[in-house]
């Protein structure tokens, strides 16, 4: 079974979700720690598509 990180498409770094192969993502909010950017996406056969960015407030 192949697995792999899915990665931010901001900043291209590893994000703390992982798919695979057979997963199915529609509508997905993705959260990227290091960029701090939240992007929608769907993924399907460990290919991730960019459907929206998304604007996150954060607390300072």
């Known amino acids: ?3 792999e990180w899915i990665r931010c498409p901001v900043c291209g ?3 703390r979700n992982k ?3 057979e997963t199915i ?3 997905y909010p993705l959260y990227c720690p290091k960029c701090r ?3 929608l996406i769907e993924a399907k ?3 991730v598509t960019v459907i929206e960015r ?3 407030k954060t607390q300072s």
């Open 13 to 15: 770094n590893k994000t």
């Open 37 to 39: 950017q939240e992007t």
């Open 54 to 56: 998304l604007d996150v």
């Open 1 to 3: 079974m192949v697995t």
């Open 19 to 21: 798919i695979r192969e």
């Open 25 to 27: 993502l529609k509508n």
């Open 45 to 47: 056969n460990l290919q």
